[in-house]
């Protein structure tokens, strides 16, 4: 198992923006697809952002036109551009490693980092 760092989170008011970062230990990042993830209180963990190797993208919906996922393979690292954040986007984000199953969901197959904690509130 690879350990995975974010950081990037805090508190920011409704409208503002914040940079996430989700630093590998290794080069998991390079060879696969990641994912953005994250948990709100009383909530199942949702996929937000996903970018291939190849640097293809998908969004949730709900972050479309807001949120911008890329990566940096010598680094490996995958970064979360926010925009236009809202309330609901407050949670506990979380970046991993996923693998594109028959049923067309993505699946983490590594173990989580501890997160970062983003709270969107006036």
């Known amino acids: 198992q690879v350990q995975l760092v974010e950081s990037g989170g805090g508190l920011v008011q409704p409208g503002g923006s914040l940079r996430l970062s989700c630093a590998a230990s290794?080069?998991?990042?390079?060879?696969?697809?990641v994912g953005w993830f994250r948990q709100a209180p009383g909530k199942q963990r949702e996929l937000v952002a996903v970018i291939s190797t190849g640097g293809t993208t998908t969004y949730a919906d709900s972050v479309k036109g807001r949120f911008t996922i890329s990566r940096d393979n010598a680094k490996n690292t995958v970064y979360l551009q926010m925009n236009s954040l809202k309330p609901e986007d407050t949670a506990v984000y979380y970046c991993?490693?996923?693998?594109?199953?028959?049923?067309?969901?993505?699946?983490?197959?590594?173990?989580w980092g501890q997160g970062t904690q983003v709270t969107v509130s006036s």
């Open positions: 991993n490693a996923v693998v594109l199953r028959t049923s067309g969901s993505y699946s983490p197959f590594n173990s």
């Open positions: 290794g080069t998991i990042f390079s060879i696969n697809t």
